[in-house]
T-cell receptor, first 110, second 113 residues
Framework: QQQVKQSPQSLIVQKGGISIINCAYE??????FPWYQQFPGKGPALLIA?????SEKKEGRFTISFNKSAKQFSLHIMDSQPGDSATYFC?????????FGAGTRLAVHP | EAGVTQFPSHSVIEKGQTVTLRCDPI?????LYWYRRVMGKEIKFLLH????????ESGMPNNRFLAERTGGTYSTLKVQPAELEDSGVYFC???????????FGQGTRLTVV
C-alpha cells in the first residue's frame, strides 16, 4: 500500500518534444503529490506539486495531470530542452513523509 | 540563505567500520528528514524529526542505524557497524512546517567495501 510505481525508467526526447512520465500509487490516504528534479551531484529539488482536489496544475512548461479514481498522476514537459535532462522523481505522501518512485532518467537531445 | 548542507559528500569505508553522516538543515526549519537511495532504486524514507524529537522512525532499516538531533539543530546519522547493503546515497531534507515543501541537501554517497 505504500508503493509508488514510476515509468518509464529512462526516456529520450528530441528538443522541442513532449516528455511524459507516469506514476501510480496505492494508498488513498495520500494527499500531496510532488515531482522532484535532480541533476547529477545535486539533491532533488521540488519542480511542481499537486493536491487531489484538482485534476491539473500547470507551471510554465511543466504540467501535472492527476486522476484520483485511477490513482495515477503524470508529469508533462512541453517543448523539452536539453537543460531539462535530469532524473525526475514522483512522490506521494501525507503531512510528514514522502513515498518516492524509482526515478526516470530523461535525456533531451538537441 | 544557505540551503540544506550535508557532510561528507562521499565516504568510502570498510565493512564493519562506523560512519557518521551530518546534516545541517535550513535555519528555522523544525522538521528534518533522512532518506536513502540504494542502487538506483526509489528514494526511501528513513525518519523524521520535529525539533529534537523523533516523530517517525518507521523507515530505519535496523538497529545499526542511529539518528540524533541534539538541540534541534543539526542531525547526525550513524551506521555501526556498516554492511555492504548500506551503500547508497543518503539525503537529508528540511521543511519549515509539516506538509510544507521539503528542501533536500546534495546527499552523502556512502560506499561500503
Amino acid at each position: 500500500q505504500q508503493q509508488v510505481k514510476q515509468s518509464p525508467q529512462s526516456l529520450i526526447v528530441q528538443k522541442g518534444g513532449i516528455s511524459i512520465i507516469n506514476c501510480a500509487y496505492e494508498n488513498t490516504a495520500f494527499d500531496y503529490f510532488p515531482w522532484y528534479q535532480q541533476f547529477p551531484g545535486k539533491g532533488p529539488a521540488l519542480l511542481i506539486a499537486i493536491r487531489p482536489d484538482v485534476s491539473e496544475k500547470k507551471e510554465g512548461r511543466f504540467t501535472i495531470s492527476f486522476n484520483k479514481s485511477a490513482k495515477q498522476f503524470s508529469l508533462h514537459i512541453m517543448d523539452s530542452q536539453p537543460g531539462d535532462s535530469a532524473t525526475y522523481f514522483c512522490a506521494a505522501g501525507g503531512y510528514n513523509k514522502l513515498i518516492f518512485g524509482a526515478g526516470t532518467r530523461l535525456a533531451v537531445h538537441p | 540563505e544557505a540551503g540544506v548542507t550535508q557532510f561528507p559528500s562521499h565516504s568510502v569505508i570498510e565493512k564493519g567500520q562506523t560512519v557518521t553522516l551530518r546534516c545541517d538543515p535550513i535555519s528555522g526549519h523544525d522538521n528534518l528528514y533522512w532518506y536513502r537511495r540504494v542502487m538506483g532504486k526509489e528514494i526511501k524514507f528513513l525518519l523524521h524529526f520535529v525539533k529534537e524529537s523523533k516523530q517517525d522512525e518507521s523507515g530505519m532499516p535496523n538497529n545499526r542505524f542511529l539518528a540524533e538531533r541534539t538541540g534541534g539543530t543539526y542531525s547526525t546519522l550513524k551506521v555501526q557497524p556498516a554492511e555492504l547493503e548500506d551503500s547508497g546515497v543518503y539525503f537529508c531534507a528540511s521543511s519549515q512546517e509539516l506538509g510544507a515543501e521539503a528542501f533536500f541537501g546534495q546527499g552523502t554517497r556512502l560506499t561500503v567495501v
